[in-house]
C-alpha cells in the first residue's frame, strides 16, 4: 500500500461534514434579532465573516448546553464521514477540519462521533449573558477577520505538504484553488465548473473513500 507521508485533508465542516450549516440552525432558534439581514450583507462581500459572526452570535444569549442540545437534535453528518477518517489514518494523511463556524459545536459533534482526536480551527467562542462573542485566531496566534482557510492551506503548502480540499460553498473556494486535490459539493462545485477549476463532484464521503484511495 502507497502511503504519503506528507499529504494533509483540509475538510470544510458545515454543509460538508454536516448536511446543513448548524451556525445557520443555531441563529434560526436563538438569534435575538434579524441576522439574516447581515448574512445578506455577508454574501454581498459587503462585510467580513468575522464580522458577520461577531455580530449575529452577539444577538444569541443562551447557553452553551442549550445550544448543543439542539445542534444534537437537528444536524445530521453526511453519510461515510467516519468512512473517510478511518481512510486517512490508513493512508497516513493528515486530517484537518478548518471552519468559518463556532468551535464548541465543532468540539461538541465531534466527540459525540469518537473522532475528539480531529484537529480543527474554527471561531473561537465565549458565553456571556449578553450575548456570545467570537473570534477568529489564525495559524500565527493572531487575530484574523477573514481569510482562515486560505491562510490555513497557505501555512501547509508552505510546509511541504500536498494538501486535499473538501468543502461546499463559496467561501472554500479561495483556498480550494491552491490546493492539488479538490473534492466538491454544492455551490464550491458550482464555482469550480464555472472557473474550469478542475475537482472531484461528491454528494457522501464513500465517493471521497473511493478518490482517496486512487490517490
Not at 486535490?181 to 477549476?197: E, G, H, M, N, S
Request: with cysteine; charged share 25%; aromatic share 12%.
Amino acid at each position: 500500500m502507497r502511503k504519503a507521508s506528507k499529504t494533509l485533508v483540509q475538510c470544510d465542516f458545515d454543509g460538508t461534514v454536516t448536511e446543513e450549516d448548524v451556525s445557520f440552525v443555531l441563529l434560526d432558534a436563538f438569534a435575538e434579532g434579524d441576522w439574516r439581514q447581515l448574512h445578506r450583507e455577508y454574501e454581498a462581500d459587503r462585510i467580513s465573516v468575522g464580522r458577520f459572526n461577531t455580530e449575529a452570535f452577539a444577538m444569541v444569549k443562551a447557553d452553551r448546553e442549550s445550544l448543543l442540545a439542539l445542534a444534537r437534535s437537528k444536524v445530521k453528518i453526511r453519510a461515510g464521514f467516519q468512512q473517510m477518517v478511518s481512510c486517512c489514518r490508513r493512508k497516513g494523511f493528515r486530517l484537518i477540519i478548518v471552519s468559518n463556524g463556532l468551535d464548541f459545536y465543532i468540539d461538541g459533534i465531534l466527540k459525540d462521533m469518537g473522532l475528539a482526536d480531529i484537529e480543527f480551527f474554527a471561531a473561537k467562542t465565549q458565553f456571556h449573558p449578553e450575548g456570545l462573542k467570537v473570534q477568529y485566531i489564525g495559524p500565527d496566534g493572531r487575530h484574523w477577520d477573514e481569510g482562515i482557510k486560505e491562510a490555513n492551506v497557505n501555512l501547509f503548502l508552505n510546509q511541504g505538504y500536498r494538501v486535499i480540499y473538501m468543502g461546499n460553498g463559496t467561501s472554500d473556494f479561495s483556498a480550494a484553488k491552491r490546493c492539488q486535490y479538490i473534492f466538491a459539493t454544492d455551490t464550491l462545485l458550482a464555482c469550480c465548473r464555472q472557473t474550469q477549476v478542475d475537482c472531484i463532484p461528491f454528494t457522501d464521503f464513500n465517493q471521497v473513500v473511493k478518490g482517496l484511495e486512487r490517490l
